[in-house]
């Protein structure tokens, strides 16, 4: 009788740690899989160490109808510009926006490959693709038309990606990015030429005054 209560006992006990060892498994298992997904919804919000400055000036939607007469037209081309939105697509922290005059800043954008997307009457699915961006660049767009999908540059040889550098004067890296389509030299750029970029771009030309809040 004494051996086998000391065997039930014996079982009993290796009954339990084996119970125990079970559960802490699967505490475990839990525990890495909540941090291993969190982990990944967390990686598209990263806000970037090196971020990128995106500038430039919306000059019209493809397709708009203008009007005759030049008040009519800035009225017009004020209400659109007012009444248009942009963002960066798969990053949380962007600070920006778009001025009464069609000027837009974005800062905090992601390196290497990003969207800016823009919602405007005629064209609430605009975007504009960039890839190949570094770090740390300037990147200045003007004159952009936005359209369903995706946006055109009235003179894509304007558009201008800067990378501070410690120089004294402008240096053609031989590397691109692309930016809405178009292929664009990188330029290293005296780090006293870029403070204006965090500012608004001057669009100029006949257009309603900007107001920046």
């Known amino acids: 009788m004494s051996g086998q209560k000391d065997y039930r006992m014996r079982w009993c006990t ?56 030049a008040e009519m037209e800035i009225a017009r081309r004020q209400q659109l510009f007012q009444a248009t939105s942009l963002w960066v697509e798969k990053a949380e922290f962007a600070s920006g926006g778009i001025a009464e005059n069609g000027a837009f800043i974005v800062l905090d954008v992601p390196p290497n490959k990003s969207v800016i997307g823009f919602n405007a009457p005629g064209a609430e699915t605009g975007r504009i693709v960039m890839d190949g961006v570094p770090g740390t660049a300037d990147v200045l767009i003007p004159d952009v038309i936005l359209e369903p999908h995706g946006a055109t540059v009235l003179d894509p040889k304007k558009i201008v990606v800067r990378l501070p550098s410690d120089g004294d004067k402008r ?43």
């Open 171 to 213: 240096v053609v890296t031989g590397k691109t990015a692309t930016v809405a389509g178009y292929k664009v030299p990188i330029v290293l750029t005296p780090l006293a030429e870029m403070t204006d970029r965090r500012d608004y771009p001057n669009p100029g030309g006949f257009r309603p005054v900007a107001v920046v809040k």
């Open 14 to 69: 290796l009954s339990f740690v084996r119970r125990t060892a079970l559960v802490a498994l699967l505490c475990l298992s839990v525990f890495l899989a909540a941090c291993g997904g969190g982990e990944k919804d967390a990686g598209i919000y990263e806000l970037s160490s090196e971020p990128v400055s995106v500038r430039g000036w919306i000059l019209d939607v493809k397709g708009s109808t203008h009007a005759q007469a």
